[in-house]
């Protein structure tokens, strides 16, 4: 098993930036696709970001392309996501998530952090 511990979040003005982290212990996070997930109130979580275990391959939805950059530094056993030109539809609790298997979907991932809240103010 693996367990994931998110931190990073806070309240940002719109166009900020801000620096999530995702730190695993017990199981090495390399054996892991790892994703971020978004969810707000009343609504299904969304997928932010997923990153391959070697880290060479990425996916992003259009809402955040080109904004938010996902890495991982396996040494490190972290992986983190930079947020960049932030809007106020982008607050919600941050989620990030281990799968065996490389998915946009949330089903798949079997291991998740308590969240982050991330708020953009206006």
């Known amino acids: 098993q693996v367990q994931l511990v998110e931190s990073g979040g806070g309240l940002v003005q719109t166009g900020g930036s801000l620096r999530l982290s995702c730190a695993a212990s017990?199981?090495?996070?390399?054996?892991?696709?790892v994703a971020w997930f978004r969810q707000v109130p009343g609504k299904e979580r969304e997928f932010v970001a997923v990153i391959n275990r070697s880290g060479d391959t990425t996916n992003y939805p259009n809402s955040v392309k080109g904004r938010f950059t996902i890495s991982r530094d396996n040494a490190r056993n972290t992986v983190d996501l930079q947020m960049n030109s932030l809007k106020p539809e982008d607050t919600a609790v941050y989620y990030c998530a281990a799968s065996p298997v490389y998915s946009t979907t949330y089903r798949p991932y079997d291991y998740w952090g308590q969240g982050a809240q991330v708020t953009v103010s206006s």
């Open positions: 017990g199981r090495t996070l390399s054996s892991y696709v």
